[in-house]
């Protein structure tokens, strides 16, 4: 079990805003800051932190509770800025009921909102 990451960013200002726009459908805020650094809290954890440091482009998956937080992620996602990266929908391929979509954020990072649709699977 993953307690928290750290999501490397160029501009720590600007990344802060972003995650604090893009997060809020899925319930996330943050819960404190520790110089270049934003802890964001789900409700049960803190298990987010956008750090400012050198980066190196990696790949972040949050669950939603709904289709419609994958939703909300990814409109939220691109009026902030992001690029498309695979817009909402079944990735049949990931697994039969994975419905997610996918942004790059300011920095490149992959992120993406999922959502576990049981009804799909056999």
């Avoid at 809020?24 to 800051?33: K, Q, T």
């Avoid at 789900?42 to 509770?65: C, Q, S, Y």
């Avoid at 289709?67 to 690029?83: I, K, N, T």
């Amino acid at each position: 079990m993953i307690a928290h990451t750290h999501l490397h960013v160029s501009d720590y200002e600007r990344s802060k805003a972003f995650y604090l726009k893009v997060l809020a459908p899925l319930g996330y805020s943050i819960s404190m800051e520790v110089g270049d650094a934003a802890g964001f809290f789900d409700g049960r954890n803190t298990d987010l932190w956008v750090v400012k440091d050198p980066v190196v482009p990696t790949h972040i998956a949050f669950e939603a509770k709904s289709r419609e937080e994958v939703h909300a992620f990814y409109e939220s996602a691109l009026l902030e800025g992001a690029v498309d990266n695979g817009g909402p929908g079944y990735r049949p391929q990931y697994w039969p009921g994975y419905y997610a979509a996918f942004v790059r954020d300011p920095d490149g990072h992959n992120i993406e909102a999922v959502w576990y649709d049981h009804s799909k699977v056999d």
